[in-house]
């Protein structure tokens, strides 16, 4: 067998104070893939994540990179991952070149490989033209771009990415997609958002973690594919409760971005359901099921 990039095996993780954060994780990663690590705030990611970059050692259980020890030889790995913090803010008062060139520099990269690797990172960041304005200057979409090309100039094999589209307007997050898409053809990637649409455009594989524990692991199709349901029926937001209640006789009541959406199992259900809201002359729309009702179903134990 090939071996991965990352192999985690009973990785518990327990802080100072006792909060347990990972209770047991195990997570292979092959070479190539992009992996989405999912899952409410709270629930482990950030300190799975930073254990597999030897930021952090579990409390027990273990962690290899590229069939490394990393717990025990973490700088044996070091130079073949690249970190985006989930709190990670560029010096304002410094230019986008300073940031990428600088660290490619404290990476080990001489002077004329650190100039030609972030010269070509920027560029695929179109970040070339605003290469010296300070970050201050900077759009946040732009800012987070910064930090993927420090992490670009590494040219490491594997790249762990924490929430890099959090916080981002919907087009500089769809600007990011882009070039998390032109990474992952030269790196592993592991990156972990609370956007399922991203999760679905992006990753081969989601992992999703509750409570420290995997809940789901899988491609988000076939994620999508274990869902009992059929489709789901968007509502009108101004029903009233009543009215949600007869409806959700018909099938699973939930809420969906603040509308109330009902999920249908059976073509029957959803023939009444449609004649029912037909009848009372309630507006609704019917979608395909997506990634984002495999994540509220799994999490609020619907399945
Ligand atoms: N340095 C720390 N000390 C103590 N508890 C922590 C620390 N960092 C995180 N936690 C706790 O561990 C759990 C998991 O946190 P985290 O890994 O940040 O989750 P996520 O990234 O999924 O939001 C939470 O209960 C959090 O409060
Ligand atoms: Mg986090």
Redesign the pocket.
């Known amino acids: 067998m090939e071996v991965a990039s990352l192999e985690v095996r009973c990785v518990q993780k327990r802080?100072?104070?006792g909060?347990e954060?990972l209770s047991g994780v195990d997570l292979r990663v092959e070479t190539g893939a992009v992996v989405c690590l999912a899952?409410p705030?709270?629930?482990?990611?950030?300190?799975l994540l930073r254990i597999c970059a030897t930021q952090l050692l579990p409390t027990s259980g273990d962690v290899c990179l590229f069939g490394v020890d990393a717990v025990r030889h973490p700088d044996k790995v070091r130079d073949r991952i690249a970190v985006v913090p989930q709190e990670a803010r560029p010096d304002p008062d410094r230019s986008a070149w300073h940031h990428l060139y600088q660290y490619g520099r404290a990476r080990g990269l001489g002077r004329a490989e650190a100039n030609t690797r972030s010269e070509g990172a920027l560029k695929i960041l179109d970040l070339w033209e605003r290469k010296d304005v300070i970050t201050r200057d900077l759009s946040g979409g732009l800012r987070q771009r910064v930090l993927i090309g420090m992490a670009m100039v590494t040219e490491a094999p594997l790249l762990f990415l924490d929430e890099p589209t959090t916080g981002l307007d919907p087009v500089a997050r769809r600007e990011m997609w882009q070039v998390l898409t032109r990474l992952r053809q030269q790196s592993t990637v592991i990156l972990t958002t609370h956007y399922m649409e991203e999760a679905e455009v992006l990753a081969h594989r989601v992992v999703i973690?509750d409570e420290g524990r995997i809940v789901a692991d899988d491609s988000p199709r076939k994620l999508v594919a274990t869902l009992p349901y059929r489709s789901k029926i968007l509502l009108d937001d101004s029903l009233d409760e009543q009215s949600l209640a007869a409806l959700s006789t018909h099938g699973r009541l939930e809420e969906l971005a603040g509308r109330p959406v009902i999920y249908v199992r059976e073509e029957d259900a959803m023939t009444g359901l449609v004649e029912a809201l037909t009848a009372r002359n309630h507006s609704f729309s019917v979608s395909p099921l997506t990634l984002e009702d495999y994540y509220i179903n799994a999490l609020r134990g619907g399945k």
């Open positions: 802080y100072r104070g909060v954060a899952g705030n709270g629930a482990g990611k950030t300190t973690l």
